[in-house]
Structures are given as structure tokens and as C-alpha cells.
């Protein structure tokens, strides 16, 4: 055989589905793109020619290349480039982000418009962040910023003025305007609302998008992640179609990770636009296909946020600001749901579904049902999986495994949530985030970050899904139901080989033939306290056998 283009010796090795013993293997070899050995350091060692990049792993772990299965890498990347506020950690760090990047020659450089555009801002840091806050650092122009939540818009009052929203103007469906006692806007606008906004912003260019989708490539290598997923391919927000700047990337070799995304179902679809949208969806996928591009997946949110009392739920929400009786709304209909899971559950897209509320859930959950009865793939057709799946009720649990639909989990998530307990009680916020339940059911699983919504970082997810604890908080101040957690081993599964079957339909795991995706870590975490797990970082990363990073 000839030798290898990459050896990486004296490693622990995870496969993506078990830890390899170290008598049978501790070095693996690619060429090429392709895995060509995986064994002892002596039986790799022939391998090792002149012009092999040689790699001493020092008993640290290599594992398949991270896949997040639920990242808006697009967006995210676009936010980079522009005002990115979630570095900060309070409220004054924010402003003097603000003032930063308004008098940054970035900004002057990059001006498209008079508009000053950002996100991140955390909720932690602010209750409702108002107008006045925001028209002493930005006072001239509009300004808007989105919420790390992306549900939530904070803007000025020249904004206000430029979309023409005052005391007079009506609340959307599914959406806020909070007010003041006056009646007039304070700034905050939230779900639906933001539209009003978003209508009057300049979209963003295909070009910023492909420079923003680059930039969150070389931030993902970082982190080890070899791969993603995009949720929303579609016009959202200010943003147009992401699709186009994927595909000319690909087309242009300048986008080397696995890609996929899903088209975005828009909101308030009625049973009437179906076969239009359906018959569109199947010429975009055609032509994302002919340039590399899989999007055989379709993207609906069927309901909001807990904490902003989005989510739909079975019983009322616990805030004393809310009208009572209050369950929130289905961003879209039980019947066009199902109709839609039909549609396209026999065209051959996988439904991916953001559900928050356990009520979403079981609406989502039964109209998969509906289609998995009506068109007979429960046991060959599309990977539907829903996103997020913060509440489940103890009905509803089982029901994953049974259907066949994979719980797409943001695990940096799972743990106290104090913002949470005022809106859906203490009972609730405690039951929440049920994997092991799922995982026992049956349920597939996959991980993902929902980034910019939260960050990226794979074993901050992991360490969050172990100890049911933050990484930044210590655990004897409190961790949600340990009973819930997942094994080291089942969340590295998840995010690998769990993820990268489901969104690319690949196996994602270190076996010889396979492409040569991998992830180096500076650490064994199979050898270490589970509560130090937040603190493993990537020190190597293989894309299509190509080392894309290195720590310095």
C-alpha cells in the first residue's frame, strides 16, 4: 500500500458509535479523502512515508467530525460580519458594543444602507430592552437588533418610524407589540411583529451571505465541526434565500464541509397554498441537488418560545401578565400541518419541525402520524425530526421511537433555566428536556446548537447533556433532572454519527472506505471528570482528509 497523506498515532479513538479499545486501536490513516487504516500505532506505522503529516495525539481523543444538525450557519456568519452582540455579558458590554461598531470604520465600509443592524442580545441581560435605551446610542438612524432567540426585534424610534408603527398600529397574529402606557411601541416587538420591521430593512445580498456562510465555516473548523445543517432555506427575515450562496460556493470549492439545508415553510400557509408550495419545493431541490446541494428537507415552525410565551401548550402558562386560560398559539394550523406532512412526506422530504411547547409537540407528532399512516413509510420513509422538543408530555414520549421521528436536541439547553419557572412554573421547568426518556422510547438522536441562538461549541453541548448543568455554572447550584442525562458515549453518537445520518444520510463514523472527517480533542474525556468536559477543546480538524485547522 502506498503511505498516507495523515497519520494520527498514540490516540483514544471514538468511532462514533463506541470508544475502541486501545489494544485495537489507536492510530488512523487517510489518503486522499478516504479512511485507509484504522488500527495499533505498529500496524499504521508502514503507513508513514516521507511526505505523511504525522499527528501525536498523546492518548487524546479522535473522534468523526462534529455534524450540527441545527445551525442557521448563514445567519450566524452574516452577524460575525456585522454587529454581533453576544460576547456581551451585561448590559453595559452590549452598549459599548453598540457604540463600537457605529463608529467602526467596518460599519462605514460596509454600509448598504442608513440602517445599523445587529443580534445576539441576550435576554438574561435585559427584560424588555426599550427604544429610549437604543435612541441614545443610535439616534440619527433606525436601528434594529435581534435577540440571541432570533424571535424578538429591540429598535429605535427612527425605525419605529420608518416601518410606520405607532399607538394606532394593531398587533399581528402570533405576534407583539409591547406598549407603553401611552399606547406608542417601547421597542419591542416579538414573533410576528418583527415582520413590520423586517418589511422596511434592505435585505441582505446573496454576496454578504456566501462571505457570511464562509465565515462560519472557518468559526465551525475550529470547533471541530465538519458539517451542517442549515434549518431555513427561503426568504425569513431580511435575509433571502440562502441557497444561492451555498450553492455558487460549492460550485466554487470554496465551501469544502457537508452541507444540507431545509427549505423554509413560510408562515400562514393555508391548505390552498400547498400543491403550489410542494411543486415549488421539488424544482428547488432539483436545482440545489445539480450543484451539490441537498435540501430534501422542509422547515415549519409550528410554535414559539416558552420564555416569551410563544410556545403552545397543553396547560396555561404560570405569568400573572398573561390572560388567563392562556395556552400560547400554533404558528400554523393543526390541519394544514398535517396536510403538508402528507404532501411532502410522499414527495420524499424529511420534516423538520421547530417545536418547543408540548403541545407543538403533539401536533407535530400527529400529523407525522397522519403521514406515516397515509402514505406507509413508517419503517423506510423520510427522517422527520423535530427541533428543540423543550416540553414532552409523558403521552407523547414514546411516540418517537414508534414513528420513527429523530428528537433533534439542543442539549447546551438542558439545565436550570431561571427565566423559565415564572412562565411555565417549577413542576414544569423541571420536567423539561427529556432524553433519556426519549433515548429509552426508542427515539433516535441527533444534536445541534441552534447557533446564533446559543454557541456553537460541541463539548459544551455535551458536558450540558452529561451533568444537566451549564458549563458556566457550578453543579452544586442546581442541575435539572440528572435521571434525564445521556451518556458521554450516546451524546459523542449523537453529534457525530446520530447527526450526520440524519442530515446527510452518511454514517458518519471512523471505519476504513469512509471519508475522512475527523476531530482531534486535547483531551481523553472518557478519562476525566464529567464536570471538566466544558473544558475540552479541538485541537485538529480533517475535512474530505484535508486539514482545514490547527491550534496554534
Not at 499527528?55 to 454587529?83: K, Y
Not at 433571502?240 to 450553492?247: K, L, N, R, T
Not at 456553537?456 to 444537566?468: E, G, K, L
Not at 452518511?506 to 471538566?532: H, K, M, W, Y
Request: charged share 20%.
Amino acid at each position: 500500500m502506498t503511505t498516507a497523506d495523515i497519520v494520527i498515532q498514540s490516540a483514544r479513538i471514538f468511532d462514533g458509535a463506541k470508544l475502541l479499545p486501545p489494544t485495537s486501536a489507536t492510530a488512523i490513516a487517510s489518503k486522499h479523502n478516504r479512511i485507509v487504516a484504522l488500527g495499533t500505532d505498529a500496524q499504521v506505522a508502514s503507513l508513514i512515508g516521507p511526505k505523511t503529516t504525522v499527528i501525536d495525539a498523546a492518548g487524546t481523543l479522535v473522534t468523526p467530525g462534529f455534524v450540527d444538525a441545527h445551525t442557521h450557519a448563514a445567519f450566524a456568519g452574516v452577524e460575525r460580519l456585522s454587529c454581533d452582540l453576544t460576547p456581551a455579558e451585561s448590559k453595559e458590554q452590549t452598549y459599548e458594543l453598540i457604540r463600537q461598531f457605529v463608529s467602526s470604520p467596518q460599519q462605514q465600509q460596509n454600509l448598504e444602507n442608513d440602517w445599523v443592524i445587529g443580534g445576539g442580545w441576550s435576554h438574561e441581560l435585559f427584560d424588555h430592552p426599550t427604544r429610549h435605551e437604543l435612541d441614545a446610542l443610535v439616534p440619527d438612524r433606525p436601528a434594529a437588533f435581534s435577540d440571541a432567540g432570533h424571535h424578538t426585534l429591540w429598535v429605535n424610534t427612527a425605525a419605529l418610524r420608518r416601518a410606520g408603527i405607532d399607538a394606532d398600529t394593531e398587533e399581528p397574529p402570533n405576534g407583539d407589540i409591547y406598549r407603553e402606557p401611552n399606547g406608542y411601541p417601547t421597542g419591542y416587538l416579538n414573533e410576528t411583529a418583527t415582520d413590520l420591521i423586517n418589511a422596511v430593512i434592505p435585505p441582505v445580498s446573496t454576496e454578504r451571505i456566501a462571505e457570511g456562510i464562509l465565515n462560519a465555516q472557518e468559526h465551525l473548523w475550529s470547533l471541530g465541526i465538519t458539517g451542517w445543517h442549515e434549518p431555513i432555506l427561503g426568504d425569513f427575515a431580511t435575509y433571502p434565500d440562502a441557497s444561492e450562496a451555498y450553492c455558487k460556493l460549492l460550485s466554487s470549492g470554496q465551501l469544502r464541509s457537508q452541507v444540507s439545508g431545509a427549505l423554509w415553510i413560510p408562515r400562514g400557509v393555508t391548505i390552498d397554498d400547498i400543491p403550489a408550495l410542494v411543486e415549488d419545493f421539488i424544482t428547488r431541490r432539483t436545482t440545489n441537488a445539480q450543484a451539490g446541494f441537498d435540501s430534501s428537507t422542509a422547515k415549519a415552525m409550528v410554535d414559539g418560545v416558552p420564555h416569551g410565551g410563544t410556545a403552545a401548550l397543553l396547560q396555561p402558562y404560570c405569568d400573572h401578565n398573561r390572560a388567563p386560560g392562556d395556552i400560547g398559539e400554533l404558528h400554523i394550523q393543526p390541519e394544514v400541518l398535517t396536510q403538508l406532512a402528507i404532501e411532502l412526506d410522499a414527495q420524499g422530504f424529511a420534516l423538520h419541525l421547530h417545536v418547543m411547547g408540548d403541545r407543538g409537540v403533539r401536533v407535530a407528532l400527529d400529523a407525522i402520524e397522519a403521514a406515516r399512516i397515509m402514505n406507509g413509510t413508517r419503517n423506510g420513509g423520510p427522517r422527520h425530526h423535530l427541533a428543540h422538543v423543550t416540553m414532552v408530555h409523558a403521552d407523547d414520549v414514546g411516540r418517537f421511537g414508534a414513528l420513527g421521528v429523530t428528537a433533534n436536541i439542543q442539549a447546551l439547553w438542558a439545565a436550570p433555566d431561571p427565566g423559565l419557572i415564572p412562565m411555565i412554573g417549577e413542576q414544569r421547568a423541571a420536567e423539561s428536556y427529556l432524553f433519556r426518556a426519549m433515548v429509552d422510547s426508542g427515539a433516535d438522536i441527533a444534536m445541534g446548537s441552534d447557533w446564533p441562538v446559543s454557541p456553537p461549541t460541541p463539548w459544551d453541548a455535551i458536558h450540558t447533556a452529561v451533568n444537566r448543568t451549564h458549563p458556566m455554572v457550578p453543579p452544586e447550584a442546581g442541575r435539572l433532572d440528572p435521571r434525564q442525562a445521556l451518556t458521554l458515549q450516546e451524546s459523542l453518537a449523537a453529534y457525530t454519527a446520530g447527526s450526520a445520518s440524519l442530515v446527510f444520510g452518511t454514517s458518519g463514523r471512523l471505519r476504513v472506505g469512509e471519508i475522512a472527517n475527523l476531530a482531534l480533542a486535547d483531551n481523553n474525556p472518557f478519562a476525566i471528570d464529567p464536570f471538566q468536559l466544558a473544558g475540552i477543546t479541538n485541537l485538529v480538524t480533517i475535512v474530505n482528509g484535508k486539514i482545514v485547522y490547527r491550534a496554534a
